[in-house]
């Protein structure tokens, strides 16, 4: 490996504001001088195959007494090593330290020690005397590879090829550009379940906003903030004119009759026109998927246009979507997403080039310019408790091969989230007298949470909240626990709400009488990882009731603090996956070996389990 790409790589591995500092003889620093340095003997192997990797960089970093850790603190690195031809590597460190040690090597996704999945948490290793089981996994990308071709079998040159997780618990849309021949190959792709598609999203914008935006200055500025209120796509080059409009045609995908009357469609593989026909893709680490071919066909397209209409009157400047029938994931949904334009300054709107199919048009507009309502002091988060509402509309679009013309969409004040906390207090003294925020966790992780700030008499009000489906939850780590929030007989605090118009009154309970779980493990190691979660899942299953625990020390016991329910708890022995633990195809691995037990509200429930190999 050259050493240019292994100081590459070795910056990588550390991410945040940690300071690189090489040394030569791989040693951990810091303590007092006299103290007694002790050996740490480690080997780098493939996850899947447990074969050594040879010249993988490793960095070592001080992190302090605890014994494990999800995301140290920031401190200096103290030095760095490369493996040999055996995977083998040797650190010295302070007998008072714990360190955490994370690798990298060339075609593998970065990892760290205690990892049984890739970006899963990591732990950290005790340094009390030598250690010679230190073993850091690393599992190796895999890669979607083909071809894109028109129907007479052309090449398409520099059209995007997209591969889109399935999971919520996945990363980003990883893309790429074909090449002259038509050839793609997505080569950095973290293990798990994709779509592959080819998008072709026409865009239509207005000329004269076109013209605004190219003559740049203060007025333009200002336009783009009110655009992105929106979420509105504008392209940066000037497109195709047709009228008062132009058309953007996607790289590649130019229409063949230049005014989008004839266009290429968004093509999901292996031959669907949308998410929904689409066959999911399992790539497990190192595959290297290949023959994942492309057939572009030409096809007639139509005009949709109308009007943006608020109580207020036409709405301009709104950025508006026309998506496959069916699609999720809020009101922007990328994968879903055929054709997107911008209402001009008259609220109209217009889509060229949209092929025959069954769509549902949205727009949605923020509020604009400061918060009109009282905002808590700053924790992380989006806030929605500005006392304005935004505006959101849909309609359902059927277009065949003619243009639809006429629409009205009427933009109305989207969810209003109201509601009470009420609390149950025991006899301990507590910091606060509720709990100063509520949080809505969206269905789909891939979307934001949203904290609502609760008022001193208990009450709260949100109206910039978008539509999509919720659960009720508490920050983690506070004084109150949640007892139920519920919204007519449901518990949505367990069973997701769906949020669309009007208003949502949710009767929120909590307690400072914490249920938690106690779980003693069974093994022959000193460190065990843990999964507990629910028994019964849906998809509104709170994010709070999934946990990774590592049972270590010689009474091998953790205890939980958790939502009342009843839970599925499994100590692994061995065993690592490809993928988050928490998609369907682990859980279903898990479910079957684990050990139920039921948290009362306020109380404290003790299980123990046999630590299990999972195969």
Known sequence: MPPELRRVIAVTVVVGSLLLAPCADAQLGGGDAASERISVFGQVVDAGSGEPIADAIVAFTAVGPRSSTRRPSPVAIRGETLTNDSGAFTVAASSAQSMRLTAAAEGYIPGAYGQRWPA????????????????????????????????????????????????????TIESTRTDSDGRYLIDALPPGTYYAAVTAVHTTVPRRIAERLEQGGAAATALRVELARSDASIPESRG????????????????????????????????????????????????????????????????????????????????????????????????????????????????????????????????????????????????????????????????????????????????????????????????????????????????????????????????????????VALPDGGEWALSSAEYGARDVSQEAISLTRGEYFIAVKSTDRQSSLIVRVDAQNDTVPLFIFPARRSRGSPQASFRHVTATGPELQVRQVLPPGTYAVVAAAEGVFDIDWREPEIIELLDRVATRVTVGEGETAEV????????
């Open 120 to 171: 899963g948490p990591d732990e950290a290793v005790r340094v009390s005397s030598a250690r010679r089981d230190v073993v850091i996994r690393l599992w190796k990308y895999a890669s979607l590879s083909g071809t894109v071709v028109r129907q007479d079998g052309t090449p398409v040159d520099g059209v995007r090829v997209d591969a889109i997780p399935v999971s919520a618990f996945a990363g």
């Open 608 to 615: 123990r389990v046999q630590a299990v190999e999972l195969r």
């Open 240 to 471: 195709i004119p047709s009228g008062s409009w132009e058309l953007h045609a996607p790289d590649g995908l130019a229409p063949p009759d230049s005014i989008g009357r004839l266009v290429y469609r968004t093509r999901f593989y292996p031959a669907a026109t949308s998410i929904a026909g689409a066959s999911p893709i399992r790539l497990h680490a190192g595959e290297n998927r290949q023959q994942v071919d492309f057939h572009l066909d030409v096809v007639p397209a139509a005009r949709v246009s109308g009007v943006l209409l608020s109580p207020a009157g036409p709405v301009a400047n709104v950025g508006v979507r026309l998506l496959a029938a069916g699609s999720d994931a809020g009101l922007s949904s990328e994968p879903g997403v055929i054709a997107s334009t911008v209402s001009d300054a008259a609220g109209q709107f217009t889509f060229l080039g949209v092929p025959a199919g069954s769509y549902e048009l949205r727009a949605m507009q923020q509020p604009g310019g400061p918060p009109a309502g009282p905002l808590p002091p700053h924790i992380p988060g989006s806030f929605a408790n500005d006392t304005r509402s935004l505006l959101w509309g849909s309609t359902p679009v059927l277009v065949d091969h003619t243009s639809v013309d006429g629409l009205q969409v009427h933009l109305a004040p989207g969810p209003v989230v109201t509601g009470r906390v009420d609390v149950t207090a025991g006899d301990r003294r507590i910091g606060s007298a509720l709990p100063p925020t509520l949080i809505l966790q969206p269905t789909d992780r891939r979307r934001a949470s949203v904290h609502i700030a609760v008022a001193a008499d208990g009450t709260f009000r949100a109206s910039a909240v978008a539509p999509g489906d919720y659960v």
